[in-house]
């Protein structure tokens, strides 16, 4: 597996990271936790060294779930975990609640982090959305006190908006920026990416695939089910699905040239924008991560993409990529 620096820093990182979030749910079932560990060590095993959690997912269940199975592997992987959420018990069960970035919720949440993750220190730790109620400068610099005393190595920051950015950069640098990007959402092209390569900040796309959609699995006959996220989706309604499947047609269209799948063409698209950018696809499923890390080794060239940016521009993909409640969390 090629390796990529995350910005100036020195984190050195698979070329393909794994995003962890859909292994205790988010899209539907939840599968048999045994069977998540499987998956994340064969990962380790094939070369990824890039693993992707949060407090919030769960919520606290996949952070321990990436602990234990990443626990043999101590020193040769790195794990970036998100705070920013407030959680109350109820019936025994943690539940969110909304926003808390607090400095002194900031630093009790890392406390937990470090348990269910079974480490010293928290490789990369993401505020996962900015919080309003309290200035950026706040966040970093109770990041930046955790950071000397040895509970984080790298500061980073989920959708936020460009000035947001500079202003915490500003206290306690940003090692990466993790927002949405893919070839069907992108608005972090405008300012965030110019911004990112001006200050030296990397940038891990989520939903490098669409939440699924450009892998072309994901038709006008699939269903939802009510627990999954894109139940609630507009993107995911059938007429924005039926518009949409332009995109995938275009990748599929690429991909057999490439004899690729168009996953892989989603995500070599990526990896071609910057050398600093990190995708970090989901899945639950191996055959899946063994598809999407060969990513890595198909070559575009600039014809290719030439023609993959001209194609998509003319596509005007349909539907909010969010609820409307959930999109008024991002770019803050």
Same mark, same amino acid.
Not at 169 to 196: D, G
Not at 202 to 222: A, H, Q, R, W
Not at 229 to 244: C, G, H, Q, Y
């Given at each position: 597996?090629?390796?990529?620096?995350?910005?100036?820093?020195?984190?050195?990182?698979?070329?393909?990271?794994?995003?962890?979030?859909?292994? /205790?749910?988010?899209?539907?079932?939840?599968?048999?936790?045994?069977?998540?560990?499987?998956?994340?060590?064969?990962?380790?095993?094939?070369?990824? #060294?890039?693993?992707?959690?949060?407090?919030?997912?769960?919520?606290?269940?996949?952070?321990?779930?990436?602990? +234990?199975?990443?626990?043999?592997?101590?020193?040769?992987?790195? @794990?970036? /975990?998100?705070?920013? *959420?407030?959680?109350?018990?109820?019936?025994?069960?943690?539940?969110?609640?909304?926003?808390?970035?607090?400095?002194? *919720?900031?630093?009790?949440?890392?406390?937990?982090?470090?348990?269910?993750?079974?480490?010293?220190?928290?490789?990369?730790?993401?505020?996962?959305?900015?919080?309003?109620?309290?200035?950026?400068?706040?966040?970093?610099?109770?990041?930046?006190?955790? @950071?000397?005393?040895?509970?984080?190595?790298?500061?980073?920051?989920?959708?936020?908006?460009?000035?947001?950015?500079?202003? =915490?950069?500003?206290?306690?640098?940003?090692?990466?920026?993790?927002?949405?990007?893919?070839?069907?959402?992108?608005?972090?092209?405008?300012?965030?990416?110019?911004?990112?390569?001006?200050?030296? @900040?990397?940038?891990?796309?989520?939903?490098?695939?669409?939440?699924?959609?450009?892998?072309?699995?994901?038709?006008?006959?699939? #269903?939802?089910?009510? !627990?999954?996220?894109?139940?609630?989706?507009?993107?995911? #309604?059938? +007429?924005?699905?039926?518009? !949409?499947?332009?995109?995938?047609?275009?990748?599929?269209?690429?991909?057999?040239?490439?004899? %690729?799948?168009?996953?892989?063409?989603?995500? %070599?698209?990526?990896?071609?924008?910057?050398?600093?950018?990190?995708? @970090?696809?989901? /899945?639950?499923?191996? /055959?899946?991560?063994?598809?999407?890390?060969? =990513?890595?080794?198909?070559?575009?060239? =600039?014809?290719?993409?030439?023609?993959?940016?001209?194609?998509?521009?003319?596509?005007?993909?349909?539907?909010?990529? *969010?609820?409307?409640?959930?999109?008024?969390?991002?770019?803050?």
């Amino acid at each position: 597996m090629k390796k990529r620096k995350v910005g100036n820093s020195n984190l050195e990182v698979s070329a393909i990271g794994l995003g962890c979030m859909t292994m /205790t749910g988010g899209y539907g079932a939840v599968v048999e936790k045994e069977e998540m560990i499987s998956v994340i060590r064969a990962a380790v095993e094939r070369g990824v #060294t890039f693993f992707d959690t949060a407090q919030v997912y769960g919520p606290f269940a996949n952070e321990e779930l990436v602990g +234990e199975a990443l626990a043999p592997f101590r020193g040769q992987v790195a @794990i970036a /975990t998100k705070f920013g *959420y407030r959680f109350e018990q109820q019936g025994g069960a943690p539940r969110n609640v909304g926003l808390d970035s607090r400095p002194e *919720y900031i630093k009790q949440g890392v406390e937990g982090s470090l348990k269910r993750l079974q480490v010293d220190t928290i490789d990369l730790f993401y505020q996962h959305r900015v919080d309003p109620e309290i200035p950026i400068e706040e966040v970093a610099g109770a990041v930046k006190e955790l @950071i000397q005393e040895g509970k984080v190595k790298h500061f980073g920051m989920s959708e936020a908006a460009a000035q947001t950015i500079r202003r =915490a950069h500003a206290i306690e640098p940003v090692t990466a920026v993790q927002s949405e990007y893919s070839l069907w959402w992108k608005r972090p092209e405008a300012e965030i990416l110019p911004m990112l390569e001006e200050l030296g @900040i990397g940038f891990v796309p989520y939903s490098p695939l669409g939440k699924g959609f450009l892998t072309g699995k994901i038709d006008l006959n699939t #269903t939802f089910t009510s !627990n999954d996220l894109r139940s609630r989706i507009p993107r995911f #309604t059938l +007429e924005a699905r039926k518009a !949409n499947q332009a995109l995938v047609d275009l990748l599929t269209a690429v991909a057999q040239r490439k004899k %690729a799948t168009p996953a892989q063409i989603a995500l %070599a698209w990526l990896l071609a924008q910057k050398p600093w950018i990190v995708p @970090i696809p989901g /899945t639950t499923k191996l /055959t899946r991560v063994d598809e999407n890390i060969s =990513a890595a080794d198909i070559d575009l060239r =600039a014809d290719d993409l030439s023609e993959i940016d001209e194609a998509a521009s003319k596509i005007t993909v349909q539907g909010a990529r *969010y609820p409307e409640e959930l999109e008024r969390m991002t770019y803050r």
